[in-house]
């Protein structure tokens, strides 16, 4: 007689299953060619208008596919209405970065990483993940759940950075931010209402490798990730009610780190 599996054992095998059949659609002619010319990417069909494949032509020629050419009033692909296409969209795969050591530890860049503490705004972390490529940083962390998947707004925004910038999302926040502490990351969370400038909690991370972690507009960080920081701390602003979005602290933050004495 045959054991039944446990139920998380099923789960998790649903959820491999789901992730293998798993596609994004890209669009805009900056994603779209940076996609093409990414060989780790796996394209899988790539419709185009005749101006936008005129413009694209060295990236196709590269990456072997053969576009499917259509008028641009007839631009049938399963994007959301009124995106930006410029007539240009690539069904792909979702990227695999690999695992958090191995980028964190040996991965190209500073020793220096972002964590998004649900940051659910695909436009937010497309800009982050382009100031993290700006500014060398190793990866940019999320949890699986409540954070901005691959898709093509996040790539449209990212310019870009999507193909080069490693963008992880991992089971349990709290847990990767242990794992960075192990691997000998200072962890810096950016809370407005501390007294602790980021300045001050970059002298504390002294030489160690750093990870900022930022939250969601409005609720900020959980109270869990909060904890799990070596430090809080604030950028200081001029005024009492001037506030940065999140993608402008992380390009703040990320500046400020890479700079450090």
Known sequence: MA??????????????????????????????????MNPARDKLRL????????KLAEAIEASGMQPEIVDPRKFDVPIDDGSVHQGAALEAKPLNWGKLDDVAISGTGAPLVVLLD???????????????????????????????PETGALAKTASGALERQPYLRVGNLSDAMEELRAMGFFLIGLAGETKTDLA???VQAGSRPVAL????????????????????????????FGSL?????????????????
């Open 118 to 148: 649900r940051v659910t705004d695909p436009h937010n972390v497309g800009a982050v993940l382009r100031s993290a490529e700006v500014f060398g940083a190793r990866a940019v962390i999320a949890p699986h759940r409540h954070s901005a």
């Open 213 to 240: 972690v930022l939250g969601a507009e409005g609720p900020g960080l959980r109270e869990k990730t909060r904890d799990t920081c070596d430090v809080l701390a604030q950028i200081p602003a001029a005024g009492g």
């Open 200 to 202: 001050a909690a970059l």
């Open 245 to 261: 979005n999140v993608s402008n602290a992380a390009a703040v933050a990320l500046y400020a780190a890479v700079t450090r004495a």
């Open 3 to 36: 054991t039944q599996k446990p139920t998380w054992v099923i789960d998790k095998e649903r959820a491999k299953r789901q992730a293998a059949n798993e596609t994004v659609w890209l669009f805009g002619l900056h994603a779209v060619r940076d996609a093409l």
């Open 47 to 54: 419709v185009l208008t005749k101006n936008a494949a005129d």
